[in-house]
């Protein structure tokens, strides 16, 4: 009987051992912190970066504001230029879908059909920049002066049509500095901004032009300086959730 009590001790023992041994490989914690950090790199960062599109409007809370800027900040219109944006940046969008049929029985005359989008292939897009909790408001939009973006309740659809207009008349210049990682693995990324109004030559720190840069001038085409000590610098955050990122927050952190 003891003989037998030890054999089964000495069982018992070695599958504990053979447990605790196996347990880092089946859940390896440690490995899956290394590999989230691996994905961390320039081509990631310039993906995140591609999304933070400014804004050829006056009025609109944007990315680029003279405040701390979460998701409920941004204007409901912004938020869908910026879904269209990406859609048409990544090459999912295909022409010649959208009719002026169509848009004469939504009572848009004078326009150029560009392309039909579906809700569905737009909230997956605002889904992967801002993330999957999101509230979106849809509604009609202006992309800038010329392209505009028009609802179709009954269809679930977009109409993206253009409209004969004026250029725009702002100038933006916008320039990535760096990146940093926290400890949480949340990415920030640093860059300049500027927004110059191309009538007057004034220049401002954010999209609405609320904030008057006066070192900078437009002029002859472009600004007098781009030396970082004269330009707004702004910090944009991306949490890590579920393995993908999304935009957090913008925060002006030099003016």
Same mark, same amino acid.
């Given at each position: 009987?003891?003989?037998?009590?030890?054999?089964?001790?000495?069982?018992?023992?070695?599958?504990?051992?053979?447990?605790?041994?196996?347990?880092?490989?089946?859940?390896?914690?440690?490995?899956?912190?290394? *590999? =989230?950090?691996? &994905?961390? +790199?320039?081509?990631?960062?310039?993906? $995140? %970066?591609?999304?933070?599109?400014? /804004?050829?409007?006056?009025?609109?809370?944007?990315?680029?504001?003279?405040?701390?800027?979460?998701?409920?900040?941004?204007?409901?219109?912004?938020?869908?230029?910026?879904?269209?944006?990406?859609?048409?940046?990544?090459?999912?969008?295909?022409?010649?879908?959208?009719?002026? *049929? =169509?848009?004469? &029985?939504? +009572?848009?005359?004078?326009?150029?059909? $560009? %392309?039909?989008?579906?809700?569905? /292939?737009?909230?997956?897009?605002?889904?992967?920049?801002?993330?999957?909790?999101?509230?979106?408001?849809?509604?009609?939009?202006?992309?800038?002066?010329?392209?505009?973006?028009?609802?179709?309740?009954?269809?679930?659809?977009?109409?993206?049509?253009?409209?004969?207009?004026?250029? =725009?008349?702002?100038?933006?210049?916008?320039?990535?500095?760096?990146?940093?990682?926290?400890?949480?693995?949340?990415?920030?990324?640093?860059?300049?901004?500027?927004?110059?109004?191309?009538?007057?030559?004034?220049?401002?720190?954010?999209?609405?032009?609320?904030?008057?840069?006066?070192?900078?001038?437009?002029?002859?085409?472009?600004?007098?300086?781009?030396?970082?000590?004269?330009?707004?610098?702004?910090?944009?955050?991306?949490?890590?959730?579920?393995?993908?990122?999304?935009?957090?927050?913008?925060?002006?952190?030099?003016?």
């Amino acid at each position: 009987m003891k003989h037998k009590k030890i054999i089964v001790i000495c069982s018992v023992g070695i599958m504990v051992l053979l447990i605790i041994g196996l347990f880092p490989l089946i859940f390896n914690f440690e490995g899956n912190k290394k *590999d =989230e950090y691996k &994905k961390i +790199n320039d081509e990631l960062v310039n993906s $995140l %970066y591609a999304n933070l599109y400014s /804004d050829e409007y006056l009025s609109r809370y944007t990315f680029y504001n003279a405040y701390f800027t979460k998701y409920g900040n941004l204007a409901r219109d912004y938020i869908l230029k910026v879904g269209f944006k990406a859609l048409q940046d990544n090459h999912k969008l295909q022409e010649n879908t959208l009719t002026t *049929d =169509e848009l004469t &029985k939504e +009572n848009i005359t004078d326009a150029k059909p $560009l %392309y039909k989008i579906s809700i569905k /292939d737009l909230q997956k897009v605002l889904q992967n920049i801002f993330g999957k909790d999101i509230n979106i408001n849809y509604g009609d939009f202006a992309v800038d002066q010329k392209i505009k973006g028009h609802y179709v309740e009954a269809e679930a659809s977009i109409y993206i049509y253009e409209v004969d207009n004026t250029e =725009e008349n702002y100038y933006i210049f916008r320039q990535k500095e760096s990146y940093a990682i926290n400890a949480d693995k949340t990415v920030i990324i640093y860059d300049y901004f500027v927004k110059c109004n191309r009538e007057t030559g004034l220049c401002y720190n954010d999209d609405r032009m609320a904030n008057l840069n006066e070192k900078i001038v437009y002029e002859n085409g472009s600004i007098n300086t781009t030396e970082a000590g004269n330009l707004a610098k702004y910090q944009h955050k991306f949490k890590l959730e579920n393995g993908a990122y999304y935009w957090y927050s913008s925060e002006i952190i030099e003016k």
